[in-house]
């Protein structure tokens, strides 16, 4: 046991039992970030302001939500939009935040790729961050389910009857995800315990091992430039600041990201208030009726590009039904990301992807692939746009299909 | 330099997908239509000027006997339940009638009830609608009429008094506590459908659609059930606030709050910069 003293003043009393001084230095002033970095590097910084968002104003939203059929709708445009004080920001803010999570999630994901943040040691940090994608694309399909819409109910149908897709089981797996034959009151009750309870408790474990396998590889940089922490961080701390490639997480680094936290919530508020429709569609205003289909169903709009990897198969081929090749293709949409580090068949090259003679066409292919899908998933799937879903698709995968061979011959011509 | 760079790419695919999913799309799934016709195009204007007595008249001896004025203390003859099982819907109050909908309107209705409301699709020799044709009158005695409506009451109608006779009869505002005069079962067997609760319905269809939509239902939903009623444009904006002041009640907080919160981030945001050049003025 530590030899406990008389304390000099309360933190050195706490220091004395918790450790906290070696604690903060470990975690803030001598965690060492790269000092060539842009500002893509605070977009970690920005998703774990909006998901504190997320957080708060879920906890105020869940003090007036009712997880029933009969009461959902009218808790959340009633009860919180109208009488409560202030409910109406809690769930802007909440719905917003949901959306712009995954816009920021997108440019995180395409700022690992186009650095090649993904391998050469930095695998655990891909995979943890994909981990945590899906575990938001989980939290954020529940989380609309809740207020009992119609889009809530109609997209609730649609994606839980897709597990109906898997062989032999899939009927029963549907009934076993809805509690019910169809989506009903206890479909809501245990997604909202999903959204409410076990996502979140899922995330916030993944986010602490996402961020604990960073500390080992280490952030990377604008240019992939390989250094030695150790003799950078001892130049930093002999006050040769100014020489050193690396800055303390605290306060320099975050000094940058308080800024750049400050400009896109400036940016969120006036979302908030005055052009929230793109994430709080206002079919969902109606209240979910069974009898009633709407005109177009269509998920929200991040995932859209997925969506429509599933719906651009609108044909039979080769025997094999529309739906079956779709439900295949979108089950590896869904993990291919997942693989990335091990497609990329160059692992040494971690340069970014403007210094990398073929990649970069295929990461600008790949961005605008995903936008095109992304546009395509919201249009009505009628003549030539179930046409241009379908190429979309194909070269979607058709982009992961060739990465190991582009890659390999990339390999190829740098080691000559 | 370079960041700025980045930033322009970054916003530039952003904005290229938000205009995607957002604009184009909602441009393509919901096909441009004709604007609302407050004019009435398609009924044939009254071609003489109405006598507010004989209109008088006229009304006392044909309308009263369902219709109830209430400015007038003229009550209706009949509870709502029983007008709603004797005539399939509860037919509506006229103290604002003459106002709150078109002039040319009302008289092509008298005329014609069933291509006014735009409801043939639905009614006709086999199924009859509930108000009937007054096309064996004038010409003269329909302007009448209508001059004597529209002679009734001097004060403007609130608008909620406007939404509780235009479109109170098959719908509800729970969100106000207002209940549909007419019940919903006889409404159903009556109109084929059920009339929605509209307390959301600003928020589920917004303003723009809903002008266009009350105007003329059946310009934007093929088949609906819903009558076109005729409406005035000022009326119907009179609804519309209605709605408005009920779905989205804290519209003005949201918008006054909103640049309090933008202003403050941006303040903060100014603060963390020169923070940032202060600390960064260190080690670069």
């Known amino acids: 046991m530590a030899e406990i003293q008389k304390s000099e003043g309360f933190i050195d009393w706490l220091d004395q039992r918790l450790a906290v001084k070696a604690f903060m230095r470990v975690m803030m ?4 970030i790269p000092k060539n970095i842009n500002f893509l590097w605070a977009m970690g910084v920005v998703l774990v302001v909006l998901f504190g968002v997320l957080l708060v104003t879920g906890l105020l939203l869940l003090m007036y939500y009712k997880p029933d059929i009969n009461l959902a709708f009218d808790s959340v445009n009633y009860t919180i939009m109208q009488e409560v004080e202030y409910g109406w920001l809690w769930r802007h803010m909440h719905g917003v935040a949901a959306s712009a999570t995954f816009l920021i999630i997108y440019i995180h994901l395409f700022t690992g790729i186009y650095y090649g943040s993904y391998k050469k040691g930095r695998e655990m940090i891909w995979i943890t961050g994909m981990v945590l994608f899906i575990a938001f694309s989980a939290e954020a399909f529940s989380g609309y389910m809740l207020p009992w819409g119609q889009m809530s109910y109609w997209a609730a149908q649609v994606i839980t009857n897709l597990f109906s897709g898997i ?10 995800i809805r509690g019910d034959y169809v989506v009903a009151d206890a479909t809501l009750t245990r997604f909202f315990m999903l959204h409410v309870v076990l996502l979140p408790l899922v995330i916030i474990v993944v986010i602490a091992v ?17 250094f030695d922490f150790e003799i950078e961080s001892e130049k930093f701390l002999e006050g040769r600041k100014k020489e050193s490639k690396v800055v303390p997480f605290w306060p320099v680094f975050l000094s940058k990201d308080f800024f750049v936290v400050g400009f896109f919530m400036t940016i969120f508020f006036a979302l908030v208030c005055y052009q929230f429709d793109f994430a709080m569609d206002p079919i969902n205003f109606e209240p979910a009726n069974s009898m009633k289909t709407p005109a177009h169903i269509y998920p929200e ?3 859209l590009w997925n969506y429509e990897v599933l719906r651009g198969f609108f044909f039979d081929i080769g025997g094999m039904a529309a739906m079956d090749i779709g439900l295949i293709a979108f089950v590896i949409a869904n993990i291919v990301f997942m693989i990335l580090p091990f497609l990329d068949r160059n692992p040494m090259n971690t340069g970014p992807a403007h210094k990398r003679p073929v990649f970069k066409y295929w990461f600008w292919l790949l961005v605008c692939d995903m936008i095109v899908l992304t546009v395509y998933g919201k249009l009505p799937p009628t003549g030539v746009n179930a046409w241009v879903g379908f190429v979309a698709a194909v070269l979607f995968l058709g982009l992961f299909i060739a990465l190991p061979f582009i890659t390999k011959h990339e390999a190829k011509g740098d080691a000559q | 330099m370079r960041e700025f760079k980045i930033l322009a790419i970054v916003l530039f695919f952003t904005a290229v997908t938000y205009w995607g999913v957002e604009p184009y799309a909602h441009s393509q799934m919901h096909p441009h239509v004709a604007p ?6 398609d ?3 009254l071609h003489v000027n109405g006598n507010v007595e004989s209109g008088k008249a006229l009304v006392e001896a044909n309308c009263i006997a369902c219709h109830s004025i209430k400015s007038l203390g003229l009550e209706a003859p009949m509870s709502f339940e029983a007008a709603a099982s004797a005539y399939g819907v509860v037919p509506p109050d006229l103290s604002h009638a003459g106002v709150i909908y078109d002039k040319n309107y009302l008289a092509g209705f008298l005329k014609d009830p069933v291509s006014a409301t735009k409801l043939s699709h639905k009614f006709g020799d086999t199924k009859p609608y509930a108000m009937p044709s007054f096309n064996y009158l004038s010409e003269q005695e329909i302007a009448d009429i209508v001059a004597y409506l529209g002679n009734i009451v001097s004060t403007k109608a609130s608008n909620k008094m406007v939404f509780e006779e235009a479109c109170g009869r098959c719908h509800s505002m729970k969100y106000d506590g207002f209940k549909a005069q007419t019940p919903a079962s006889s409404l159903k067997s009556y109109l084929g459908a059920e009339a929605p609760d509209v307390s959301m319905m600003i928020r589920s269809k917004k303003a723009e659609y809903l002008s266009t939509f009350i105007n003329e239902p059946l310009k934007m939903v093929e088949g609906i059930a819903m009558p076109r009623v ?14 408005e002041s009920v779905g989205d009640r804290k519209k003005a907080e949201r918008e006054s709050l909103g640049l309090k919160l933008i202003g403050f981030m941006a303040i903060f945001t100014l603060i963390a910069y020169l923070w940032k050049v202060q600390i960064w003025k260190e080690v670069e």
Not at chain 1, 29 to 32: I, L, N, S, V
Not at chain 1, 167 to 174: A, E, H, K, Q, S
Not at chain 1, 216 to 226: K, L
Not at chain 2, 230 to 243: D, W
């Open chain 1, 29 to 32: 002033t001598e965690y060492w």
């Open chain 1, 167 to 176: 062989p032999v089981i899939g009927d029963d797996v549907v009934i076993w």
């Open chain 1, 210 to 226: 996402h961020f604990y396998s960073l500390r080992f590889p280490h952030v990377n940089n604008q240019e992939s430039e390989v």
């Open chain 1, 301 to 303: 709009w991040y995932f």
């Open chain 2, 36 to 41: 609302a016709d407050f004019g009435f195009k």
């Open chain 2, 43 to 45: 009924i044939e204007p």
């Open chain 2, 230 to 243: 005729g409406l005035t444009e000022a009326s119907q904006e009179q609804v519309v606030a209605y709605m």
